[in-house]
C-alpha cells in the first residue's frame, strides 16, 4: 500500500507530513528480505548524519542523492520502505560527516570530475529545515524518517533498565537488551501548537525569550503524562500567556523530528483576552487584528515561522492568504 500525502487538508499541504513510500512494517523482522533488499543493486541509500542528508539542488529542483548498498558506508542500518515500483530504501547513519564521498553519475572517474558535472553542480550536506520545503513528496517522507530514526538511536545505545549496550533489530525500528531481553522502540513525543483567537478578528502571537525582536509565532508545548490533547492546549495557553479558551478545533499534524516531536495543531477560541506572560517562556504577546498582521509581515516589523512548519500553516490558515516574511 502506497502511503499518502497528507495533501490539501484543512492547513494546506504540511511539507513534512508527506510520503512515497510504504514503510513495510511486514518486512522489518524478516532477515532473509532484509539481506536481500540490502543486495539488490536497485536498493536505494540514504545517508544520514546529525540531521544532515546529502541534497542535489539544480534549475530550481532539489532532490535527495541516494546511493546503492555497496556504495554506502558503514553505520546503522534502518529500513525506510519500499516504493509502489518494489525499490526498497534504507537509511545509513554514518559516523562520517557530511559531506562525504558519493557516487558520481554516468561512471565518472575521479572526485574531481564533480565540480564539471552539471547535474552535481550543486550537492551539499542539508538537515530538513533547509531542504524540507523543496523535496518532493517521496523525498521529504523519507528524511523524515531517516532523520528521526537517527535521533533516536544516538540517544538509546544503552538499556533504561539497566545500563546495558543494546542491539539494533527489526530493521531499525527497535532495540533489544542483550542483558535483560527488554525491547525498546523509537519514541515520539505529541505536541500541541495552536493559534489562539478572539472569535472574531485578532490573533494572539508571541515571541520566545530566545527570540530576537520580530520573530513572532503560535504558542506551543508538550502534553502532559494523563493528559488529553484539549487539555493541554488550555494548560499551555494559560501557562503561557494567562488568556482561558475554549472549543479547541483540531486541525492537522504533522513530525517534526527535532528530535521527536509529533506536532498537533488546533484552532482556539479565547475566553479572556487580557494577557499576563510567563516571562521565563514568554518575552512578549499581543492580539493583532488581520489588517494589522499583514502590514507588520510586509513591512519587515513581524516575520513569521518558515513555510516548513505547522506554526506558518496555523497562522496563513486563519489570515486566510499566503504570508511573507520567514525567519
Not at 540514504?46 to 532532490?63: F, K, P, Q, S
Not at 515571541?207 to 520573530?215: S, T
Not at 488546533?266 to 499576563?276: D, G, L, R, V, Y
Request: glycine letters at 10%.
Amino acid at each position: 500500500m502506497r502511503e499518502i500525502s497528507q495533501g490539501e487538508g484543512l492547513l494546506g499541504p504540511l511539507l513534512l507530513a508527506r510520503g512515497g513510500v510504504d514503510r513495510s512494517a511486514v518486512h522489518r523482522s524478516d532477515e532473509a528480505w532484509l539481506g536481500a533488499a540490502w543486495s539488490d543493486p536497485a536498493t536505494r541509500v540514504l545517508l544520514v548524519h546529525d540531521g544532515n542528508t546529502m541534497v542535489r539542488r539544480h534549475n530550481g529542483t532539489a532532490e535527495l542523492v541516494l546511493v546503492s548498498p555497496h556504495e554506502a558506508p558503514d553505520g546503522e542500518r534502518y529500513l525506510l520502505g519500499v516504493d509502489p515500483d518494489g525499490v526498497a530504501y534504507f537509511a545509513v547513519a554514518t559516523t562520517v560527516p557530511l559531506p562525504a564521498p558519493v557516487p558520481l553519475p554516468k561512471g565518472a572517474e575521479v572526485a574531481e570530475a564533480v565540480q564539471d558535472t552539471p547535474d552535481w553542480a550543486d550537492v551539499a550536506a542539508e538537515g530538513l529545515r533547509k531542504a524540507g520545503a523543496v523535496l518532493g513528496d517521496r523525498d521529504a517522507g523519507l528524511l523524515v524518517n531517516a532523520v528521526a530514526l537517527e535521533a533516536w538511536h544516538a540517544t538509546h545505545e544503552h538499556c533504561p533498565r539497566c545500563g546495558a549496550a543494546t542491539t539494533v533489530v527489526a530493521g531499525g525500528h527497535m532495540r533489544v537488551c542483550p542483558k535483560d531481553g527488554s525491547q525498546h522502540f523509537p519514541r515520539v513525543d505529541p505536541a500541541v501548537i495552536m493559534l489562539v483567537h478572539d472569535g472574531g478578528d485578532r490573533c494572539l502571537l508571541a515571541r520566545g525569550p530566545q527570540w530576537p525582536e520580530g520573530r513572532f509565532s503560535v504558542l506551543a508545548g508538550f502534553v502532559e503524562p494523563g493528559e488529553s490533547l484539549e487539555q493541554a492546549v488550555a494548560r499551555e495557553v494559560l501557562e503561557e500567556v494567562g488568556v482561558t479558551v475554549r472549543t479547541p478545533r483540531y486541525m492537522g499534524s504533522q513530525p517534526w523530528p527535532f528530535p521527536r516531536s509529533l506536532m498537533l495543531g488546533f484552532f482556539a477560541e479565547a475566553a479572556s483576552t487580557e494577557i499576563t506572560p510567563d516571562r521565563d517562556e514568554i518575552a512578549e504577546a499581543m492580539w493583532l487584528t488581520r489588517s494589522e498582521l499583514g502590514a507588520a509581515v510586509e513591512n519587515g516589523e513581524l516575520r513569521l515561522p518558515p513555510g516548513v512548519s505547522i506554526a506558518r500553516h496555523l497562522i496563513e490558515a486563519w489570515y486566510g492568504a499566503p504570508l511573507s516574511g520567514d525567519w
